[in-house]
């Protein structure tokens, strides 16, 4: 989530927490959370034309959200694995065949 205290997992947001939304700002008023039993899917998102830069938010119902290299980003802050299997040995299970498909 891009929020005014930086990019946080959505389970990190607490009640006040500020979002980036289409329309600008919007305050967190209230979190529950919701039970989902259907397909995520992740996505990476492709260099800004004309730069080498990678645009990395995109808005998900109005909400500034990051895609899997933010993701891949606040896995790794604080540790930098250097090897594919470094990498599989850090992050969740579901996630890997995301990850590896991220390789090609």
């Known amino acids: 989530m891009v929020t005014a205290r930086g990019i946080l997992w959505a ?59 933010y993701q891949s980003d606040l896995t790794f802050k604080d540790k930098a694995p250097t090897t594919v299997d470094a990498v599989l040995e850090a992050l969740p299970a579901e996630w890997h065949q995301d990850y590896l498909n991220s390789l090609n």
């Open 11 to 69: 389970n990190e947001l607490v009640k006040g927490d500020i979002l980036s939304t289409d329309a600008g700002t919007s305050t967190v008023v209230n979190i529950t959370e919701e039970i989902f039993n259907d397909t995520v899917h992740n996505l990476e998102l492709e260099a800004v034309v004309g730069t080498d830069e990678a645009q990395e938010t995109m808005f998900a119902n109005g909400i500034a959200i990051g895609d899997l290299g």
